[in-house]
Nanobody
Framework: QVQLVESGGGLVQPGESLRLSCAAS????????MGWYRQAPGKQRELVAS???????NYADSVKGRFTISRDFGKNTVYIQMNSLKPEDTAVYYC???????WGQGTQVTVSS
């Protein structure tokens, strides 16, 4: 069974930074693409960023230049570094492993002054 566990969310002020982590189970981690999604109240879940096993990355236009996705194979963990946070980044952030259609439980990010 694939398990994804996110951490690192919280309340920050506009312009500040957060780093989210997603710990994945087992050997499957190194093989497949991973992604971060987010869902704001009243809105659909949307892709924020993704990273392939080869390290190729893709970002939503709204976060390009501010967010960076990375992965540590030794720790079976994928990260997203979020800088220059804006109130519109407020959402629940989810880690996703598309090949297994596995989702983490989500972590809340709130950007507010």
């Amino acid at each position: 069974q694939v398990q994804l566990v996110e951490s690192g969310g919280g309340l920050v002020q506009p312009g500040e930074s957060l780093r989210l982590s997603c710990a994945a189970s087992g050997r499957i981690f190194s093989t497949y693409m991973m992604g971060w999604y987010r869902q704001a109240p009243g809105k659909q879940r949307e892709l924020v960023a993704s990273i392939t096993s080869a390290g190729s990355t893709n970002y939503a236009d709204s976060v390009k230049g501010r967010f960076t996705i990375s992965r540590d194979f030794g720790k079976n963990t994928v990260y997203i570094q979020m800088n220059s946070l804006k109130p519109e980044d407020t959402a629940v952030y989810y880690c996703h492993l598309p090949f297994y259609n596995a989702w983490g439980q989500g972590t809340q990010v709130t950007v507010s002054s």
